[in-house]
């Protein structure tokens, strides 16, 4: 069974560079054909992808969040971090980490919440 688990600071001030990490259990993110996403659902909104990591380490973003976005991973611990930068309160959300396929996600991290303020 593939567990995630997301981790990280629950407010970050604006302007500042948001930071999550994803623990995966039960399963290798290096794993021939799966891609490793983050995931986020602003208050009152639907899902909003952030962008993927692919067990080969390439990468790929949201065109609308490419420009303050980078995942990484380290496979020595089995997780992959999310760095958002110059976040607003327009970043405030519950960030999700998920195993994908081609077939979309089918694990998926209990959410961990975010908000930024000052």
């Known amino acids: 069974q593939v567990q995630l688990q997301e981790s990280g600071p629950g407010l970050v001030k604006p302007s500042q560079t948001l930071s999550l990490t994803c623990t995966v259990s039960?399963?290798?993110?290096?794993?021939?054909?799966?891609?490793w996403s983050w995931i986020r659902q602003p208050p009152g909104k639907g899902l909003e992808w952030i962008g993927y990591?692919?067990?080969?380490?390439?990468?790929y973003y949201s065109p609308s969040l490419k420009s303050r976005t980078c995942i990484t991973r380290d496979p020595t611990k089995n997780q992959f971090t999310l760095q958002l930068s110059s976040v607003t309160p327009e970043d405030t959300a519950v960030y999700y980490c998920?195993?994908?396929?081609?077939?979309?996600?089918?694990?998926w991290g209990q959410g961990t919440q975010v908000t930024v303020s000052s």
């Open positions: 998920a195993r994908d396929t081609d077939h979309g996600h089918d694990y």
């Open positions: 990591i692919h067990y080969s380490g390439s990468t």
């Open positions: 039960g399963g290798s993110i290096t794993t021939n054909s799966y891609y």
